[in-house]
């Protein structure tokens, strides 16, 4: 029997102290965002789930929400996360705007967890987006400035992981059939199960010994050099290595 006075899995109050605590956090994110440059939208709770699915990644797209909304018949889905949102509004009520373009949000998001999973389903999201900048300095500023926004957040000691899509895209190219093997082992780290499904590919052996060599390509500067011997990603790691340095200098 269901108690009606208890909430749903993964939903909750927030009781004046906590969400005093969250709106001093939020206001202070969105503060630093104003003082870099960043100006504030705000998107919609809802909207048609085909738009908003673009550029969701699957994991997410197998958590949307969605329904039928009464007065049209169309499929809307709740947003489970804001980042496609500000896309849209860029490609289409911005579009003539002169690049690049600074923006910042903040808001709920809503996703669907598995019964028993103990996730949150209701999220708050602060974040900001510089659109239409491709450079060691754009990658750098958002580091620095998420840097500087945590910090602001009490949050003193903290680790950051930079990578490069660039790196694992280019390898996973060129493996075949048996790129969501090879991809789920790289996230585990597992050099077992990397090691297997890389036999199954079809892949040269200098991308496969490449392959092999990513899990271990992790730590501070110095694993750089180390990945820079390996002539197919040297590019990446270079790009890696500017945006680093830009970092260095804020």
Known sequence: MVDRLSLPQGVKDYIPEKAEELRRIEEGLLEEFSRWGYRKVITPLFEYLEPLSVGLGDELKSKVMKFVDP?????????????PQIARIVSTQLIDLTSP?????????????????????????????????????????????????LSKSGIKKLVLDIGHTGIL???????????P??????????????????????????????IKRLPMLYGGRDVLEEA??????????????????????Y
Do not use: H, M, W
């Open 169 to 179: 895209r280019n390898l996973l190219a060129k493996t075949g059939d048996v790129r």
């Open 71 to 83: 007065s049209t018949g169309e499929i809307v889905a709740l947003r489970p996360d804001i980042t």
């Open 181 to 210: 093997e090879i991809e789920e082992a790289i996230k585990k780290k597992d050099q077992e199960a990397l090691e297997k499904a890389l036999r199954k590919s079809n892949a040269n052996k200098n991308v496969k010994d490449a």
């Open 101 to 149: 373009l600074r923006l910042c949000y903040n808001g709920r998001v809503v996703r669907f967890e598995e019964k028993g999973s103990g996730k949150e389903r209701e999220i708050f999201q602060v974040g900001c987006e510089l659109i239409g900048l491709n450079s060691a300095e754009a990658d750098a500023e958002i580091i620095a400035l998420g840097i500087k926004c």
């Open 228 to 249: 820079k011997k390996i002539v197919s990603i040297r590019k990446y790691i270079k790009e890696l290595d500017n945006v680093l340095n830009v970092v260095d200098d």
